[in-house]
């Protein structure tokens, strides 16, 4: 009797696959969609825009404990930037569509680790960072695979075994028959992966293609801080752009003396703001989004009104403001 209660017991591959689609589903759609917003995204690709792959590669290397290969991703960053962004959109699909499973989610492994000795690394404390809960969501499918369910490259294979008089379940002990299966079930997966493969790089293709720059405003209300500049100041600190760059009620992106980058803007005339792009939480490069007026961190989620003080963690301490001088037609930051 216990021998007959242990072997019912026993689960199936259908049955691991059945429990493991809502997390496949949910890995595969994410990593799909943050493959197309990069190729959707002229800023991604850009050499000067803080949002991306350069300025946030850069700025993740001063603490990653991988920066000896970063500098090496920074050299050739476009080729980089083409490879992260078709990498998460291909895992993906991969693992989405059941094509080559564990072969996808190695793919996402490698991606999501990446990404945590990089632009999570040093998150504290640790679960605030996305992306290690990403690699240990793409490890059940690295052990399990998908279990034959939702799965293209299943059907394939029970198609090719159908083609040669193999019953569903049917062991085959016939080592040269097996291989014939083998070698045209690789076949036909890999037709159908190369084929879904440029589907989808050519719509991400297209998407870059038409991409456009996002257009840096400020807020529709403006800051209640203090002016931190006159216009009739005199000269001093370094020199980052003219008054010409800064028409009221836009505002301009400038490198500080750091390197770094930062948002001057001028939200009424003669006031002058400007505030490090350097988050306070962990280092990554806020973005400004002129809809909702605020900085907005893309690594963790901290964000800050227009004044730079966090509205939302993990973020705490407001982001680094600069005494702004205006001599003439030249503004300077100190």
């Given at each position: 009797m216990a021998k007959k209660t242990h072997a019912s017991s026993v689960v199936s591959s259908d049955q691991i696959g059945r429990v493991l689609y809502p997390l496949r589903l949910f890995v595969g759609i994410t990593f799909i969609y943050a493959g197309l917003q990069k190729f959707f995204s002229a800023d991604y690709f850009s050499t000067t825009s803080p949002n991306g792959f350069l300025k946030q590669t850069i700025s993740a290397s001063t603490k990653s404990p991988i920066s000896f290969i970063l500098n090496h991703a920074i050299e050739h960053h476009t080729l980089v930037a083409f490879g992260v962004a078709s990498g998460e959109l291909l895992a993906g699909l991969g693992l989405l569509l059941g094509i080559w499973t564990r072969v996808s989610a190695l793919g996402v492994f490698g991606l999501a680790t990446s990404f945590?000795?990089?632009?999570?690394?040093?998150?504290?404390?640790?679960?605030?960072?996305?992306?290690i809960v990403f690699?240990?969501?793409?490890?059940?499918?690295?052990?399990?695979?998908?279990?034959?369910?939702?799965?293209?490259?299943?059907?394939?294979?029970?198609?090719?075994?159908?083609?040669?008089?193999?019953?569903?379940?049917?062991?085959?002990?016939?080592?040269?028959?097996?291989?014939q299966i083998e070698?045209?079930?690789?076949?036909?997966?890999?037709?159908?992966?190369?084929?879904?493969?440029?589907?989808?790089?050519?719509?991400?293709?297209?998407?870059?293609?038409?991409?456009?720059?996002?257009?840096v405003a400020t807020p529709s209300t403006s800051p209640s801080a203090t002016p931190t500049s006159s216009a009739t100041s005199p000269a001093s600190g370094t020199k980052v752009a003219t008054v010409a760059d800064v028409p009221v009620g836009s505002a301009f992106q400038f490198t500080d003396p750091t390197g770094n980058p930062?948002?001057?803007?001028q939200p009424k005339a003669g006031t002058y703001l400007a505030y490090s792009a350097i988050c306070?939480?962990?280092?990554?490069?806020?973005?400004?989004?002129?809809?909702?007026?605020?900085?907005?961190?893309?690594?963790?989620?901290?964000?800050?009104?227009?004044?730079?003080?966090?509205?939302?963690?993990?973020?705490?301490?407001?982001?680094?403001?600069?005494?702004?001088?205006?001599?003439?037609?030249?503004?300077?930051?100190?």
């Open positions: 945590f000795l990089t632009v999570s690394w040093g998150t504290s404390p640790y679960y605030f960072g996305p992306d690699m240990a969501a793409a490890t059940p499918f690295l052990i399990a695979g998908d279990g034959g369910f939702m799965s293209l490259g299943y059907r394939i294979r029970e198609s090719v075994r159908r083609e040669f008089g193999v019953a569903p379940n049917q062991a085959v002990s016939n080592n040269p028959l097996e291989e070698r045209r079930t690789l076949v036909k997966t890999g037709a159908l992966a190369g084929g879904v493969g440029v589907a989808g790089l050519a719509v991400g293709l297209v998407g870059k293609s038409r991409a456009k720059s996002s257009v930062g948002y001057l803007m306070t939480h962990q280092g990554c490069v806020v973005s400004f989004d002129s809809a909702g007026g605020s900085f907005q961190c893309p690594c963790h989620g901290a964000q800050f009104d227009a004044t730079g003080t966090a509205t939302r963690g993990p973020a705490r301490d407001p982001l680094q403001a600069f005494s702004v001088t205006v001599s003439g037609s030249d503004i300077f930051i100190a």
